[in-house]
């Protein structure tokens, strides 16, 4: 008999799933993959609500050298935009204001097809450019939290760290999402940094295959080529940064290791630093032929104009230290210490730097040692040599900040948290306290500056829009002002450049005048008609020698001279149904107008005022901002007052 042993079936094995963490720590690929995602999304909804809660002024270029020449792009000469001098000189690329001028093209083009109320339409338009800029500011943050992985690794805690500073940032929540040239150059300069091929920073010794020659390497190095030069055209002291990046590249002065770069990369490298720089030139080139209407080059303008006229001291001087004593801790705030903590690790020590990993601390390989120490560089050059020029201002260093963010990520990671025992577990905080106290420091700055500090600017527009609007409802058209021309609709008696203008007051009927303040081109620098020169604003503060008060005799001998005897016939101004100005300007409205300019029939009644913040370093806008109605033309001044009474002078 034979015995008959049972088969064995044997089950096929099942499909391999795959786990989205390593056992230890090391993030998976596709986990990876999706988090990117992720975080970017988060961010353009977090930049996005940023832009509407900024609703305050703080300098008059995020308007006049931005949104003004986009307003002309989008709708013609005809359309009002206030042109300042520099445009008329060719010293500003016209690369930056055509983003936002095709933008308003667009959705102006797309809401008058559909149709939509006007007013609608206008209140659209105000918030377009900072809805755009906001996306701008939201991938400066993702670039330089990609940057922050590259070069702490992926497993690292530090990235986090310095996502959590660019995003609880006083300085990132009041200027990212405003329309400056310098936001924009922020994030072309730091998403160049990210795509630099900073294995050319590598010791050779850990790899022979040429870098450059790596798959997609080149074309990651083409983009951050022509990112940075875009970000130079715009602003050509940007130029520094990468001298700096470059120089130790190439020369690897106090860096470790042996440069990988070969007699072949060099000449591969030149190569594509020609060709990324050629195409950007030709781009600018061709904008600034279209937008001008004849060949130019603006940073040569800028350049001469600068070395030649001295124009810059015009706005103000300020002392070498500036940038260490003001700039670096305004842009920083409460983060301070690690910043400087990080530039001082990165530039002066030799021993390699750690990162807090997911359950241990690790050192770094040589490339992300030596690109620290590399940034650190080009961030101490830049401000080296920004610290000779006389005028100075913060934002002039604004794309340094990523920088720093990176810089100081490990030692906020490290102060602020321990490191767990096993991957398994949480991270832990330590330090609640103090860590709670600097966020809410953080979160008070951003909120009164973006909120309460100088909204007044801003609000006034609304308000004189919203007149104009209810009185002139049949002249609500962008394509071109009404064939009659309505009456001088407002008169700013404020500091030059105090509001936005054409961007906010949007009807090309809306005729406005303000107080300018153009520099002295016709004075050679040095003599003393430059030194004593005034332009209009100044001529209005100016105080009298017989009376010792000012606005009186501007008033008289420039504003309105055809009223009084002596204007030799001059025509003069017209007088406006709404006068904009500061309180403090109101005893010489009264005076004035109750006074000598009786004979011109204003009777002024206050309409409209706002409150402008705590203080203001000006004295010129001290107090509220107000908006009195002349009472000379039918149909005037509206109901509403903000947090007074009305009042006749």
Not at 253 to 270: C, E, N, V
Not at 626 to 635: E, I, K, L, S
Request: charged share 20%.
């Amino acid at each position: 008999m034979v015995k008959m042993e049972k088969d064995t079936v044997k089950k096929p094995p099942g499909p391999r799933i795959e786990k989205p963490a390593e056992k230890d720590g090391r993030v998976h690929a596709q986990v990876a993959a999706a988090q990117v995602g992720d975080i970017l999304s988060v961010l353009l909804a977090f930049r996005f609500i940023n832009s509407l809660f900024v609703k305050t002024f703080f300098q008059p270029d995020e308007y006049f050298q931005a949104l003004e020449p986009a307003w002309r792009m989008a709708f013609g000469e005809g359309s009002g935009a206030w042109m300042t001098w520099e445009w008329e000189y060719q010293l500003r690329s016209s690369l930056h204001p055509a983003v936002f001028g095709a933008a308003y093209k667009l959705a102006e083009t797309v809401m008058s097809a559909m149709h939509l109320f006007p007013p609608f339409i206008a209140s659209m338009l105000v918030v377009l450019p900072g809805a755009l800029q906001s996306v701008f500011a939201a991938l400066g943050d993702f670039y330089m939290w990609k940057l922050a992985m590259d070069v702490y690794g992926r497993e690292s805690y530090a990235p986090w760290a310095a996502l959590w500073m660019t995003v609880l940032n006083p300085w990132q929540w009041y200027c990212s999402t405003r329309t400056f040239s310098n936001s924009l150059e922020t994030t072309l300069t730091i998403a160049a940094l990210s795509y630099w091929p900073w294995e050319l920073l590598a010791d050779a010794k850990e790899t022979k295959e040429e870098r450059l020659k790596q798959k997609g390497r080149l074309n990651s190095l083409r983009t951050s080529l022509f990112l940075a030069a875009i970000a130079v055209l715009l602003r050509p002291t940007n130029l520094f940064i990468w001298l700096g990046i470059i120089a130790l590249t190439l020369t690897r002065l106090t860096l470790d290791g042996q440069s990988p770069i070969t007699h072949t990369t060099f000449p591969a490298f030149l190569r594509e630093t020609v060709l990324c720089g050629s195409v950007a030139l030709a781009i600018s080139v061709v904008s600034d032929r279209l937008y001008f209407g004849f060949w130019t080059f603006p940073p040569y303008k800028w350049l001469y104009f600068n070395m030649s006229q001295s124009l810059a001291v015009f706005y103000g001087r300020m002392p070498w230290h500036y940038y260490l004593s003001q700039g670096i801790p305004l842009l920083t705030t409460t983060f301070l210490p690690f910043a400087l903590l990080g530039i001082y690790k990165a530039t002066l020590t030799s021993a390699k730097p750690t990162t807090l990993l997911s359950a241990r601390p690790t050192s770094l390989s040589t490339t992300s040692s030596n690109t620290l120490k590399t940034l650190s560089f080009a961030l101490i050059g830049m401000i080296t040599i920004l610290s000779l020029i006389s005028h100075k201002e913060v934002r002039f260093i604004y794309p340094l900040l990523p920088i720093l963010h990176i810089l100081a990520a490990p030692y906020v990671t490290s102060f602020f948290t321990t490191p767990p025992t096993t991957p398994s577990k949480p991270l832990v905080l330590r330090h609640k306290i103090f860590l709670a106290n600097i966020l809410s420091i953080n979160l008070l700055l951003a909120g009164y500056l973006s909120l309460f500090h100088q909204p007044a600017p801003i609000s006034v527009l609304s308000f004189l829009r919203s007149e104009y609007e209810r009185l002139h409802p049949d002249s609500l058209s962008l394509s071109a002002p009404p064939q009659e021309q309505k009456e001088l609709f407002a008169l700013f008696l404020t500091p030059c450049h105090t509001t936005p203008w054409r961007s906010h007051l949007v009807w090309p009927g809306l005729r406005a005048r303000a107080l300018t303040c153009e520099p002295p081109l016709h004075t050679a620098p040095g003599t003393p008609e430059r030194e004593n020169y005034l332009d209009e604003a100044d001529r209005f503060y100016a105080e009298d020698a017989e009376t010792g008060k000012y606005g009186g005799v501007f008033l008289r001998r420039e504003m309105w001279p055809q009223f009084f005897d002596g204007g030799d016939g001059r025509k003069g101004e017209e007088i406006p149904r709404f006068v904009v100005g500061f309180e403090g300007i109101e005893g010489v409205l009264g005076e004035f107008f109750g006074g000598e300019g009786e004979k011109m029939g204003v009777k002024m009644k206050k309409v409209w005022e706002g409150w402008n913040g705590l203080v203001n370093e000006d004295w010129r806008r001290g107090g509220r901002l107000v908006v009195w109605d002349t009472g000379v033309y039918p149909d005037g001044g509206g109901e509403v007052v903000d947090g007074g009474s009305k009042d006749e002078l």
